[in-house]
C-alpha cells in the first residue's frame, strides 16, 4: 500500500517512514476483522549517478595527437 501511495505522488521511495499506530478490530459472529495502520513518511525521486559517463581526459588526447604527427614525418 505505501509503495502504490508513493507512486500516486510521483516518487519512487519512501524515506523517514514509521509506522504509529496499529488498531485491530474483530467481529466474531460475522467472522470479520479490521486493521487500522498509520504509515508516515517522505515520498521523494531518486536519481542514480552511476549511469553517468566520465569526461575524457585531456592527457590521452595529448599523447594521441603527438603519436599522430610522428608518423606523418
Known sequence: MV???VAALGGNA???YSMKE???MENPNKNQAQCLINV???AVICVRDTD???PPSTTTMGQS???A????T
Open 22 to 24: 496499529c488498531m485491530l
Open 52 to 54: 553517468q559517463e566520465p
Open 69 to 72: 604527427a610522428d608518423e606523418a
Open 3 to 5: 509503495r502504490a501511495h
Open 40 to 42: 508516515s513518511g517522505d
Open 14 to 16: 519512501m524515506v523517514s
Open 65 to 67: 595527437g603527438a603519436g
